[in-house]
């Protein structure tokens, strides 16, 4: 079973006025992400985490519910 990733913390953009606003889900760079060209962001969830590619934002996420994180997190610490 997956996380309900309508539970994104979402904050306002900076680019949106009175008429027009935009929100976005609050996603921070994965401290294993390489460089500029090899980069994964991760949304924390209540139920587990999301994932996505930085350069390919538009096809959307991965998530996982949290036992599916924490065996991600400890297979990634091990290597």
């Not at 949106?16 to 994964?40: F, G, T």
């Not at 962001?41 to 538009?58: C, W």
């Not at 519910?65 to 400890?74: G, N």
Request: with cysteine; glycine share 4%.
């Amino acid at each position: 079973m997956h996380p309900d990733t309508t539970e994104l913390t979402f904050h306002k953009s900076s680019y949106s006025n009175p008429q027009n606003c935009v929100e976005v889900a609050r996603y921070r760079k994965s401290s294993h992400s390489a460089n500029a060209s090899d980069c994964v962001e991760v949304a924390d969830l209540p139920t587990g985490a999301a994932v996505r590619d930085t350069q390919n934002r538009e096809r959307g996420h991965l998530a996982f519910a949290s036992p599916e994180w924490r065996a991600f997190l400890a297979g990634v610490r091990l290597n």
